[in-house]
């Protein structure tokens, strides 16, 4: 039976609880984000923030408790079908070293849409609207300008 999204949480944690080695990271925590809700987590560091989102994207497990991504139980799901749920349902932006070093910005944007068989038409259609470049659209994705672009770390 097929479960009706909009009525269901987006992310959801349930009495989730974790810790690394004796560090207890996170405690009964319950937290319930709807499709389109946005929040934003802040902390110092080691307070629980990046383990939020890793067990958000299936790459921890809690200890106790459950994380749901669009009512599934993520640790119901195989290794399979986890991919599935991070190609589909989610992405992240790595603050360090994320971008392809020697490619060009367009083609760093390309990558993950050619990864998942997106068209070379809608490919070149979202890369273009993601870079801002829309009134340069005569110039084709293997333009390489004679200058480097440098990004923040926390921009890239």
């Known amino acids: 039976m097929e479960m009706d999204i909009k009525n269901i949480p987006a992310i959801e944690y349930r009495n989730v609880s974790l810790s690394f080695d004796e560090k207890q990271v996170l405690?009964?925590?319950?937290?319930?984000?709807?499709?389109g809700e946005?929040?934003?987590?802040t902390g110092v560091s080691g307070s629980g923030k990046s383990v939020l989102l890793r067990l958000a994207i299936g790459l921890e497990r809690p200890d106790t408790g459950q994380v749901f991504i669009d009512g599934r139980d993520?640790?119901?799901?195989?290794?399979?079908?986890?991919?599935?749920?991070?190609?589909?349902?989610?992405g992240m932006v790595f603050q360090e070293d994320s971008l392809f070093t020697g490619i060009?910005?367009?083609n760093n944007v390309a990558y993950r849409l050619t990864e998942h068989g997106v068209s070379e038409e809608e490919t070149d259609k979202a890369c273009w609207k993601y870079l801002g470049l829309s009134a340069w659209r005569m110039i084709r994705k293997n333009f390489r300008p004679s200058y480097q672009v440098v990004c923040a770390a926390g921009s890239k």
């Open 104 to 106: 060009t910005a367009y």
């Open 74 to 90: 993520l640790a119901a799901l195989d290794e399979a079908e986890l991919l599935d749920v991070r190609s589909r349902h989610m």
């Open 38 to 41: 946005m929040i934003f987590i």
């Open 27 to 35: 405690t009964n925590v319950n937290l319930s984000l709807q499709r």
